[in-house]
């Protein structure tokens, strides 16, 4: 079984950045894929970015040029770089991974970008 745990969150001025990390640990074999989710308090979950186990990556057109998801394999993180923070990125972000099929999640980081 896989664990993750975000950190990284809290609170930013607009235009600001913040780095999120999502560690992975237990059953660690084969991760097919990792991304990051977002979900604003009455909004519907998001897909933010993808990375995929071959290192493609994929963003929401509403955080390309401003996010970038990276991954550091030996360490069993991943990362999502956040610059030029909106008032409309505040949210609680999500990490995910699927491994053999299955999906694990973690359970958030409160991102909060406020003047």
């Known amino acids: 079984q896989v664990q993750l745990v975000e950190s990284g969150g809290g609170l930013v001025q607009p235009g600001g950045s913040l780095r999120l990390s999502c560690t992975a640990s237990?059953?660690?074999?084969?991760?097919?894929?990792s991304d990051w989710y977002r979900q604003a308090p009455g909004k519907q979950r998001e897909l933010v970015a993808v990375i995929s186990s071959g290192g493609n990556t994929n963003y929401a057109d509403s955080v390309k040029g401003r996010f970038t998801i990276s991954r550091d394999n030996a360490e069993n993180t991943v990362y999502l770089q956040m610059n030029s923070l909106k008032l409309e990125d505040t949210a609680t972000y999500y990490c995910?991974?699927?491994?053999?099929?299955?999906?694990?999640w973690g359970k958030g980081t409160l991102v909060t970008v406020s003047s």
């Open positions: 237990g059953a660690i074999f084969r991760i097919n894929y």
């Open positions: 995910h991974v699927r491994q053999w099929g299955v999906d694990y």
